[in-house]
């Protein structure tokens, strides 16, 4: 299959606090689950990926967990700021027919509360 | 190094017409996807090009094609256009297959079908 399933679609914090975005997919040979931020009239651009051979990844501020049993990821922002509001989209390998392509989840916006 | 550029940026048409888009991707990069964006859907995967070969397709009908040139310059082409098919479309270069690695996003074509 190539079902990437993500939530929440709309996520609203306080800023300095914590952010969760969780994606699950459906294809179990997928081995690489990377997360894209697009701003407001911008590109997407990757902040974070995760290949299959680690569970945890971190880059200052965000983090990114893997659990292969249970086929699920998960997007983690600390001490959120304003420049956090963005869409984020996290995506994974699929397998088509033999052929293997990049599916991305539906977003979730990411709302920084002043 | 220059980005992925799009062009055109903007284009306006009616039912029935057709449109090609072009997509010119970092230099040495020899993977090219193309997504079409629209509100609630996310990033829709429409096919993937590698060394002039499409490695893949999504979901589209028919009348979504593509191509990719030696120089791995891409263009895709939508025939028959439907008031549906107006969408932000973008690409994205990658060095090698797009499941493996980061991508680079152009800033997309933004199709209006009347």
């Known amino acids: 299959g190539e079902n990437v399933e993500q939530h929440p679609s709309t996520l609203s914090v306080q800023e300095g606090d914590s952010a969760v975005i969780k994606c699950t997919y459906s294809d179990s040979a997928s081995n690489y689950f990377p997360w894209y931020k697009q701003e407001l009239g911008k590109r997407p651009q990757l902040i974070i990926d995760?290949?299959?051979?680690?569970g945890e990844k971190k880059d200052q501020r965000i983090a990114v967990t893997l659990n292969k049993t249970a086929k699920h990821f998960s997007l983690h922002i600390t001490e959120t700021q304003p420049e956090d509001s963005a869409v984020y989209f996290c995506a994974a390998p699929a397998n088509r027919g033999g052929a293997d392509g990049l599916t991305f989840g539906k977003g979730t916006h990411l709302i920084i509360q002043p | 190094k220059a980005g992925v550029t799009q062009t055109p940026r903007y284009l306006i048409k009616t039912r029935g017409q057709q449109v090609t888009l072009s997509c010119s991707p970092i230099?040495?990069?020899?993977?090219v996807s193309w997504y079409q964006q629209t509100p609630g859907q996310g990033l829709q995967f429409l096919f993937e090009y590698f060394s002039e070969t499409q490695r893949n397709k999504g979901n589209f009908p028919g009348r979504f094609s593509g191509r990719q040139f030696s120089n791995s310059r891409s263009e895709m082409n939508v025939s028959t256009l439907e008031l549906g098919d107006s969408a932000l479309y973008l690409c994205?270069?990658?060095?090698?297959?797009?499941?493996?690695?980061?991508?680079?996003f152009g800033e997309g074509s933004r199709l209006t079908v009347l």
């Open positions: 994205a270069s990658s060095p090698g297959l797009a499941n493996t690695g980061e991508l680079f």
């Open positions: 230099s040495g990069h020899r993977s």
């Open positions: 995760i290949r299959s051979n680690v």
